[in-house]
Structure formats: structure tokens, C-alpha cells
């Protein structure tokens, strides 16, 4: 994660691992906060929401259709310095094997990520699309993601390399495109994508037999509309 990205320092994070794993005790300098059937809440002081956490993970489950599997563990930060000491990635929230780490006492985005870990792996571009897509505000996403892609590279390269463009142009390009493939083939389609892809190489067979055009054609009619 990029020290300088505002958006993807702010908003969203990385995702890494899997399925949620259950954490008996929580970190060395961590007190358990409070717990609910779902989450362990871990903090050093810092204030944790569980009631608006539960809230928006019954939400997320019934956007996706998945429900969230296991015990996680929500830890709370001050700062990004401090999830990095943690985590070893400077951000304002990192989601990996369960556990969501952030400054926010609810972070939507990650809780995206969380239940999302389950339902397949279609690499970088789709996870943070769908986190962006259901955990934060779309203000000025389609904005931000028409400049990002007046560069005139390829659209793919996007999807391929999301790691290697700006943070902020990448999460606004991958946010919007997710958001559109929700609304114009509805949640049932893009769950289907994730359940097809357990690789990002397969990625694009799974996303035509999913969507019925090939993911080039399908990212070019979306900028066309953008």
C-alpha cells in the first residue's frame, strides 16, 4: 500500500489471505473490547462500534449472499503507523485470515473484504472493487476513474496490474466498474464471478461464461458510458 495514495489510505485497504480463522486471544498490546457471536472486538483504549459492526455485516451478508463463516476478530488502531507496526502494511484498514485490522471503529470496506474472502479469488482489481463498490462512498468515484482513464492505456492492464497503477486512479477505475456490473447484471452475476474464479489467470474464461462477453469488451462498453 502506498503511503501517498489519499483514497486508498483513507477508504480502502488490501486484502490478504482467505476464509475468516477464530482467534482465541487477541494480539500482544490488544485487550478484548467486547464480543458478539460473530467478532471479537480487540483495542488498546480506542472505542469500538459493535452495534453498527454487526449492523453492516448483516447488511454485507445480504448484498452477497454469503454469510460470514467462523469467529473474526476486529481489531482497532490509532493511526496507520500503528496497523503498519502491526501488520507490516501502511494503511487505515488491512483484512487477512479473519481479521480485520483498522483505525475506524466500523470499516465498511473491510468488512467487505471479510465475508468477500469466501467467495472465491478473482484477484486484486475485483476484491477491492467489491469492497469499494459496497463499503464506501461513491461520491466522485466516476469522476475520479473517467481521468484515470483518460491515460489511454490499456483497459486491462488494470485488471492484470492493479497494484502497479496510481492507488487512488485504481480503486476509483476498479470501484466503478464493479459498481456497474452490480447494477446492470445484478449482485447474483458478480457473486457468480467470485464462486468461478479461485485464480486471477482464470479470471477472464470465468468472467465470460459469467457475463457472456469477454472482459475487454465488456471494460470498453463501460468507459464508453462512463
Known amino acids: 500500500m502506498r503511503k501517498t495514495a489519499t483514497l486508498a489510505l483513507l477508504t480502502v485497504a488490501a486484502i490478504l489471505g482467505t476464509g475468516p480463522a477464530a482467534s482465541a486471544a487477541g494480539l500482544p498490546g490488544f485487550t478484548l473490547a467486547a464480543r458478539t457471536p460473530r467478532v471479537s472486538f480487540y483495542s488498546r483504549g480506542q472505542k469500538v462500534d459493535v452495534a453498527k459492526?454487526?449492523?453492516?455485516?448483516?447488511?454485507?451478508?445480504?448484498?452477497l449472499g454469503?454469510?460470514?463463516a467462523g469467529h473474526a476478530s476486529y481489531y482497532r488502531y490509532d493511526s496507520a503507523q500503528e496497523v503498519a507496526a502491526g501488520t507490516?502494511?501502511?494503511?487505515?484498514?488491512?483484512?487477512?485470515?479473519?481479521?480485520?485490522?483498522?483505525?475506524s471503529a466500523c470499516h465498511d470496506h473491510e468488512l467487505v473484504h471479510l465475508v468477500a474472502a469466501q467467495m472465491g479469488d478473482p484477484g486484486r482489481f475485483f476484491h477491492e472493487g467489491l469492497?469499494?463498490?459496497?463499503?464506501?462512498?461513491?461520491?466522485?468515484?466516476r469522476r475520479a476513474a473517467k481521468k484515470a482513464l483518460s491515460g489511454g492505456q490499456p483497459l486491462t492492464r488494470w485488471?492484470?496490474?492493479?497494484?502497479?497503477?496510481?492507488?487512488d486512479a485504481a480503486y476509483a477505475v476498479a470501484g466503478t466498474f464493479v459498481r456497474h456490473l452490480i447494477?446492470?447484471?445484478?449482485m447474483e452475476k458478480v457473486r457468480a464471478l467470485f464462486n468461478a474464479s479461485?485464480?486471477?489467470a482464470g479470471v477472464p474464461r470465468a468472467f465470460a461464461a459469467t457475463?457472456?462477453?469477454?472482459?475487454?469488451?465488456?471494460?470498453?462498453?463501460?468507459?464508453?458510458?462512463?
Open 53 to 63: 459492526v454487526e449492523a453492516s455485516l448483516t447488511r454485507i451478508e445480504g448484498a
Open 66 to 68: 454469503t454469510r460470514l
Open 88 to 103: 507490516g502494511h501502511y494503511a487505515a484498514g488491512v483484512t487477512f485470515a479473519g481479521q480485520v485490522h483498522s483505525t
Open 131 to 141: 469492497a469499494v463498490a459496497l463499503g464506501d462512498e461513491p461520491r466522485g468515484l
Open 159 to 167: 485488471v492484470a496490474g492493479f497494484d502497479g497503477q496510481d492507488p
Open 183 to 186: 447494477d446492470t447484471h445484478g
Open 198 to 200: 479461485r485464480s486471477e
Open 211 to 226: 457475463f457472456g462477453q469477454g472482459l475487454e469488451e465488456a471494460l470498453s462498453a463501460w468507459r464508453a458510458d462512463l
